[in-house]
């Protein structure tokens, strides 16, 4: 069995110019793309781009909904504190109670 032999720089530099030449011959025999098929494809990207978008804002605008309708009932559960008099009135009112529980 042969030993390993370390490729030299010029079958290093031959293998690269194969290499770049067999990439050009190939760019070189593909066919040249149709200006129909380009303005096809360009409407296509549009259209789906249009609809990613469209989609995005209802999404927002659906989570900015939720949103508002969570603090609405949030606002609507609330129970207004009590002022002053209203927590005098029920102060007072115990303390009548258990006046009238101990005579």
Avoid: C, H, W
Wanted: net charge positive; hydrophobic share 40%; charged share 45%.
């Amino acid at each position: 069995m042969a030993a390993y032999k370390e490729p030299g720089f010029e079958e290093r530099t031959a293998l690269a110019q194969k290499a770049r030449e067999k990439a050009l011959k190939k760019l070189a025999d593909k066919p040249p793309v149709d200006p129909e098929v380009l303005a096809q494809r360009k409407a296509a990207r549009l259209a789906r781009e249009a609809a990613a978008a469209e989609k995005s804002r209802a999404r927002k605008a659906a989570i900015e909904q939720a949103k508002a309708d969570k603090i609405a009932a949030a606002n609507a559960a609330k129970v207004p504190e009590p002022t002053e008099e209203e927590l005098k009135a029920a102060r007072d009112a115990r303390y009548a109670a258990r006046k009238k529980r101990k005579r």
